[in-house]
Antibody
Framework: EVQLLESGGGLEQPGGSLRLSCAAS????????MSWVRQAPGKGLEWVSGVTASGGTTYYADSVKGRFTISRDNSKDTLYLQMNSLRAEDTAVYYC??????????????WGEGTLVTVSS | DIQMTQSPSTLSASVGDRVTITCRAS??????LAWYQQKPGKAPKLLIYKASRLESGVPSRFSGSGSGTEFTLTISSLQPDDFATYSC?????????FGQGTKVEIK
């Protein structure tokens, strides 16, 4: 069974940093492109960042570019999101997601259960 | 950037009803569209990809259609387990844009 288990969320002050982790199991993590998607309280879903299977290429939403860094450790089957210079508007549940499909056609499946990040003083 | 607009935002329906949710793209996206179901406090679940392809294990009462700028998700006969929020998703390479979601409530 495919499992994605996020951790590392919590309460952080504006300007602070957090690192999220996502432990993957049940599939070939090192051959899978991965992503982070977030959902602010009561709001819709927002794609945040993506990374290729090798970790060699990364992608970011404009809203987090320059502040967040996605990375992975294929020896540990783990995906990361380093979040710096946090803002109140970064408050959300962050989901670890596996890309399905290929080329220009990449939808999200499956999803982890999410970890809540709250940015507040 | 392409914007995705769902309608309605909320839908009240009864068990057994036929339900249709619409998603419109601000410009043509071919069939690069997925639909997800999300229940309160839970992660989204993939229902449909490539606009009309049913994900394995998803009940056949769910169907998707459309191409270009207008897409629909239809539930042919609403079941108690279907009361949830549904979101469309335009995917483009490694990024993507979601609709704001449609909450299906019990009438």
């Amino acid at each position: 069974e495919v499992q994605l288990l996020e951790s590392g969320g919590g309460l952080e002050q504006p300007g602070g940093s957090l690192r999220l982790s996502c432990a993957a199991s049940g599939f070939s993590f090192s051959n899978s492109d991965m992503s982070w998607v977030r959902q602010a309280p009561g709001k819709g879903l927002e794609w945040v960042s993506g990374v290729t299977a090798s970790g060699g290429t990364t992608y970011y939403a404009d809203s987090v570019k320059g502040r967040f860094t996605i990375s992975r450790d294929n020896s540990k089957d783990t995906l990361y999101l380093q979040m710096n210079s946090l803002r109140a508007e970064d408050t959300a549940v962050y989901y670890c997601v596996k890309y399905s499909g290929s080329g220009s056609y990449r939808w999200f499946d499956p999803w982890g259960e999410g970890t809540l990040v709250t940015v507040s003083s | 950037d392409i914007q995705m607009t769902q309608s309605p935002s909320t839908l009240s329906a009864s068990v057994g009803d036929r339900v249709t949710i619409t998603c419109r793209a601000s410009q043509s996206i071919s069939n690069s569209l997925a639909w997800y179901q999300q229940k309160p406090g839970k992660a989204p679940k993939l229902l449909i990809y490539k606009a009309s392809r049913l994900e394995s294990g998803v009940p056949s009462r769910f169907s998707g259609s459309g191409s270009g700028t207008e897409f629909t998700l239809t539930i042919s006969s609403l079941q108690p387990d279907d009361f949830a929020t549904y979101s469309c998703h335009h995917y483009k390479s490694y990024s993507g844009t979601f609709g704001q979601g449609t909450k299906v409530e019990i009438k």
